[in-house]
Each structure stands twice: as structure tokens, then as C-alpha cells.
């Protein structure tokens, strides 16, 4: 049974996810997929976002899909890791709400960025692999391009 209250629905929903507002609830069938960690890391490599960076360029990781589990008018308390460990940030990398901003990509960022939010009893996670590829592959690929121009 759920109904609707002042801040939203409450009830019990079944597995089901309650929309509405202050004057109606209604259950929406939602898919959900769990897997478990992969052994000693905090995420399932199966279940990663991935990005790519260009060096020295600016790149934002954002926190996907957290949008459900964020209170209507609350700021959210997102913690972010790098391999799964709290990390000091140098100046240039900017936490704001669910993003990650890195002002000048270094070839050091390479890795795994896991943003971490609580949600009730729950910890909400999601994961991306950043990729970062070099100047030096953008300029021979345009090399190749000429070349294949002149022919």
C-alpha cells in the first residue's frame, strides 16, 4: 500500500518504484540488476561507465544515474575515490555535487573514479574508467588523413 504525503509517496511498494506527489502515488515496474563487487575493489568491472580524456585538455566525470536517490531539495553528500581509496585532490580536480572536474588531464588520472552516496541503510555507487589518450595520437591520425589524401 503506499499514498501520498506532504513530501511524496510512502508506503510499502513491492519491488515497485512509487512516483507521484502530494495528491497521488502510482507503481512503476522498474528492472534492477545487483552483482557483487569484484574481489578487494568496490565496483564490478562489468558494471562500469566508461570515458575518455584528451591530455592537458579539461574533462567531468559525472556521477551517472544517481538522480532517484537524491532527495527533492537536499544537497547530496557524494564521496568520491580513485581505485576504490579516498584520495587527496590536487587544486586542478573539483568536487561539486555529482561531478568530478578535472581542469588539466595528466597522464596520472588514468583509472577508475567511484562517486559513493548514501541512500537510507544504502550505498549508492557508480563507477567510470577514464581513458586518457595523448596529443601525439591526434596528431599522427591527422598525418594519416593527409596521406591518405594525397594518394
Known amino acids: ?10 508506503g510499502s511498494t513491492d519491488g515497485q518504484k512509487a512516483l507521484g506527489n502530494s495528491t497521488y502515488c502510482m507503481k512503476v515496474s522498474m528492472s534492477l540488476t545487483v ?6 575493489l568496490c565496483y564490478n568491472s562489468k558494471m562500469r561507465f566508461f570515458e575518455k580524456a584528451e591530455l592537458s ?3 567531468v566525470i ?15 553528500e557524494i ?14 580536480i573539483e568536487r561539486r555535487r555529482d561531478t568530478l572536474s578535472i581542469k588539466e588531464v595528466r597522464e596520472d ?5 567511484t562517486c559513493e552516496l548514501l541512500f537510507g541503510n ?14 601525439e595520437e ?9 596521406f591518405l589524401l594525397d594518394i
Request: with cysteine.
Open 109 to 113: 588520472d588514468i583509472g577508475n573514479y
Open 122 to 135: 544504502f550505498v549508492v555507487r557508480r563507477t567510470t574508467e577514464l581513458s586518457v589518450t595523448g596529443k
Open 35 to 40: 552483482a557483487e563487487n569484484d574481489t578487494d
Open 62 to 76: 559525472t556521477c551517472q544515474g544517481i538522480e532517484d536517490y537524491i532527495q527533492p531539495g537536499a544537497e547530496p
Open 138 to 146: 591526434v596528431i599522427f591520425q591527422i598525418h594519416l588523413f593527409l
Open 57 to 59: 585538455k579539461s574533462k
Open 1 to 10: 500500500m503506499i499514498y501520498p504525503t506532504q513530501h511524496g509517496c510512502f
Open 79 to 92: 564521496v568520491w575515490y580513485k581505485e576504490c581509496k579516498p584520495k587527496q585532490w590536487r587544486q586542478t
